[in-house]
């Protein structure tokens, strides 16, 4: 009686099954429990997935320096060159990129401190650098080092240019000052010539032809001066689309050519009527002194370094380096997790012999990876939220937009991840395959996605490589959403979307093949 | 789910070649609603892969396999859940405990979330319910054995392919299975079973005896004891030892198909088609020659015997003990 009653209830199956829409939902639902309670099931897996992360970002928040490495620097040249002497006064100037370790004229002992490496870099002046300028050819001025990091390589490459224009810059001004030495600054050159205009009238005024004479002369130098600095001005001024300032400009070295024609007629002696032309150029001096200060004119120094960069961020929030990486962080993070999960769960449920089950059950494909995307999707984005707060909270990396379009970028990130997660481990072959194809995209996603170089830093065709990352748009879109306090980018949305079809139709499609094939 | 008069399972011409090695060689069975099949053979003689060209996990090389009129392996989805699958090797999660690995099985098939007490019913059936929340990495080989039947039942199928069932389950516990199988037959489930247990043929209504890919024979269990000696047998024990000389009149007696074959120096062994009638006739010509007999009675086969003799004397001389197939068990008209 007892038995028949245990197998009435053993054959009660029938009425226990559910209608067929709802059937399709508990069929997903196996998934979603089993894959939680597995993960729920380790819990230093758990802490691995929201402490590792987390510390790593502290420990580069913390340990990250956010000064420029000084280059340790020996300079090379002939002892007691003006390169020694310019060494020893801009070395205040040098100081916050170059540290500063002497002045040499033994170019191998430098190298061989290189070497060593109790250097980082050696300037090396050329010997012969005013023969080579007047042989019509630039002086070439030689920074060695051995960095083998690109970006150091770039970065010596760009402080030497720097350097050279600098030292360019330096030689030109101190022509330039020469002038100015002469006349400058231009605007005092109306007070000069007038007190010449007055010395004029009175060397006419006392008959005194030879005081006219070098009055004439003194005149003819302050004129010839000031028209170099008036015409490079005018030239300057006139690449620049100031029109205006430069017939301002035209007017006053027509006035200075006038003037000058006749000093010189003044200076050698003119015939009878000197006296006359003395006064007619007292006159044109009165009246160039007066027009100098109505015409712009640039002082030499800037004439030379017309230009100078101020960079400005005007981002709403000021990003420090770590607050910088730690939306990528994230992201790059959260797509590992997620395709490692989907890479390894399948392939450990065929290891376990479940794609038997599952061949011979009534579960589809799309059943099973959308329980699993489910489940993991859920600690996906538990995950997320935690390393989010603990970013802002604790960290303080700044959160200025809208807090549901992180949400969405991370639930977009992981899906796409999964997707792809769940498509490698069609292809692996086993646990240790899809590891090593989670490792692979890991490295993809640092060198491809903008994780560490911009994207439009890579070539053309190897740049779609990054558009089949999901990293790449979720970085895109944290960075947009949390440091630039705008929404993100519709391209990038598109892309995750794009990718999660794509991936997620071709995971279908091979996994429905490894299951309906026999 | 099946049309009247179609079998549940049929398999027709079937062969199965992996590389270069033929594994399956020209099976044809059929297997009727509300029948237990059992399918037994030495290890490796293609049980394992005749169940999985059955149930549509591997298509035939050539030959056809069908559920339900429905070729194996396009099977709907409706249909495959009424079928329940016990492969060899239990597909069990080792980090989750037996109650959620059935619950999981429940849930692929579909069953309603309000499922605990059937749930408890199936482990009970397997007498693991008071181990349920146990880890499955935690219990030993025979009681996830167990589980995984459990999980093959969950969902009460109409359809059930069992490989190896009761392997690593003790004999109460087997015997115990087999009356359930039998009780689940009676309500017109369908069974197709392997099992290494020889003796177990004898709870089937049909046995498929393969050997080395072919299938020997399909018939009623008490057949496949006749087959062994192609009749039934009956031992004849003497008082004291004699000449095989003294015996030759046996041989002519009417219903007598073979011997007499001395077992022992004082038992002689004689195969005749019906044991019962023979058993009067043979009595009386031992009377008249005035042997010392003790008792002349049938010798009941066991299947590992009979199991045995029919394999051996397959390998030895490559034939087949009884033509049997679908039509043999077809005309045998389900099931016992």
Redesign the interface.
């Known amino acids: 009686m007892r038995k028949d009653a245990k197998l009435a209830r053993l054959r009660q199956g029938e009425h226990l099954r559910a209608s067929f829409a709802w059937a399709t939902v508990v069929q997903a639902l196996a998934f979603v429990r089993k894959e939680l309670a597995e993960i729920v099931r380790q819990p230093k897996l758990l802490a691995l997935l929201v402490l590792g992360p987390f510390v790593l970002l502290l420990l580069f928040g913390a340990g990250y320096k956010d000064t420029t490495v000084q280059l340790r620097t020996e300079f090379v040249g002939p002892e007691g060159s003006v390169y020694e002497q310019a060494v020893s006064e801009y070395a205040d100037q040098l100081d916050e990129y170059i540290d500063a370790r002497g002045f040499t004229s033994d170019r191998q002992a430098a190298v061989d401190r290189l070497d060593a490496g109790e250097l980082d870099a050696v300037v090396v002046f050329p010997t012969d650098a005013l023969d080579q300028i007047l042989g019509g050819e630039s002086a070439t001025i030689e920074v060695l080092h051995e960095k083998l990091d690109p970006f150091q390589q770039a970065a010596i490459d760009i402080a030497s240019r720097l350097a050279v224009q600098e030292v360019n810059a330096s030689v030109l001004t101190a022509i330039a000052g020469g002038t100015q030495a002469a006349l400058a600054p231009v605007d005092q050159a109306s007070g000069a010539m007038t007190e010449q205009a007055a010395a004029l009238s009175s060397a006419v005024a006392a008959g005194d032809t030879d005081a006219m004479a070098t009055a004439a002369d003194t005149v003819a130098t302050t004129l010839a001066d000031t028209r170099l600095v008036v015409a490079t001005s005018q030239d300057v001024i006139s690449r620049l689309g100031g029109s205006a300032a430069a017939t301002d400009a035209s007017a006053l070295l027509a006035q200075l050519d006038t003037a000058s024609e006749q000093a010189a007629a003044v200076s050698t002696g003119g015939g009878t009527d000197i006296a006359d032309q003395a006064t007619a150029l007292a006159a044109t001096l009165d009246e160039v002194a007066a027009a100098i200060p109505q015409v712009t004119t640039v002082d030499p120094g800037v004439l030379v370094r017309p230009f100078e960069a101020d960079p400005r961020n005007i981002a709403s929030v000021e990003v420090e380096p770590a607050d910088y990486f730690a939306p990528s962080s994230i992201v790059l993070l959260l797509q590992h997790l997620a395709l490692t999960f989907a890479a390894l769960s399948l392939v450990r449920d065929r290891e376990l012999g479940l794609f038997e089950l599952l061949r011979v059950g009534p579960l589809s494909s799309f059943e099973i990876l959308v329980g699993k995307t489910i489940a993991y999707l859920t600690v996906g984005l538990g995950v997320g939220a935690a390393l989010i707060a603990a970013a802002v909270f604790v960290l303080g990396v700044p959160l200025e937009g809208e807090v549901i379009w992180v949400a969405a970028a991370i639930a977009l990130v992981l899906l796409a991840s999964l997707a792809l997660g769940m498509l490698l481990s069609m292809i692996s072959g086993s646990e240790t395959q899809a590891v090593q194809y989670a490792m692979l995209t890991l490295l993809a996603g640092m060198f491809f996605s903008g994780f560490i170089l911009d994207v439009q830093s890579l070539a053309e065709p190897y740049r779609y490589l990054s558009y089949l990352l999901p990293v790449t748009y979720g970085i895109n879109i944290l960075q947009d959403v949390m440091l630039r306090g705008i929404d993100p980018a519709g391209g990038d949305l598109i892309g995750l979307g794009a990718l999660i079809a794509a991936y997620g139709s071709l995971a279908v499609f091979m996994l429905h093949r490894r299951l309906r094939t026999a | 789910m099946e049309s009247m008069g179609e079998p549940a399972v049929s398999g027709t011409g079937l062969n199965k070649t992996f590389g270069d090695e033929q594994v399956i060689r020209d099976v044809d069975l059929s297997i009727e609603k509300g029948s237990i099949v059992g399918l037994i053979g030495p290890s490796g003689c293609g049980k394992t892969t005749t169940v999985r060209l059955l ?5 035939p090389t050539s030959g056809t396999a069908t559920v339900w009129g429905t070729p ?2 396009k099977l709907s ?2 249909q ?2 009424q ?1 329940g ?1 016990l ?1 060899q ?5 080792p ?2 405990s037996l109650w ?1 690995n059935l ?3 429940a ?7 309000r ?1 605990r ?2 749930l408890h ?2 482990l ?2 397997v007498e693991l319910d008071q181990h349920r929340h146990k880890k499955v990495r935690e219990v030993s080989g025979g009681m996830q054995r167990r589980l995984a039947l459990a999980a093959a ?5 109409e359809l059930v ?1 069992l490989d190896e069932p009761t392997a690593g389950i003790d004999p109460i516990l087997r015997s115990t299975f087999w009356e ?1 199988f039998r ?2 037959r009676d ?1 017109g489930r369908t069974m197709c079973v392997t099992t290494q247990y020889v003796g177990e043929a004898a709870y089937c209504d049909y046995v498929g005896l393969l050997s080395d890919g072919e299938l020997l024979l399909v018939d009623t269990p008490e057949n496949l004891r006749k087959a062994a000696f192609d009749g039934e047998v009956v031992d004849i024990e003497l008082s004291r030892a004699v000449a095989e000389t003294e015996l030759q009149e046996l041989a002519r007696v009417d219903g007598v198909l073979s011997g007499p074959e001395s077992v022992s120096a004082r038992v002689w062994r004689v195969v005749v088609d019906d044991a019962d009638a023979a058993i009067d006739r043979l009595d009386d010509v031992l009377a008249r020659l005035q042997l010392p007999v003790i008792e002349a009675r049938e010798h009941v086969v066991d299947f590992d015997e009979a199991f045995v003799r029919v394999i051996e004397r397959h390998r030895a001389t490559g034939s087949n003990p009884v033509a049997a197939g679908p039509a043999a068990v077809a005309a045998a008209g389900g099931a016992a």
């Open positions: 149930v549509g996990l591997l298509e194996a392996t989805a409706k495959r859940q079928i699958y492969p090797t239990p597909a069990l999660f980090d989750l959620e619950s999981f099985h849930s692929m098939y579909g069953l309603r979330l499922r007490h059937r019913h199936v009970e059936w039942f969950v969902h009460d199928p392919f359930q009780e689940m309500e």
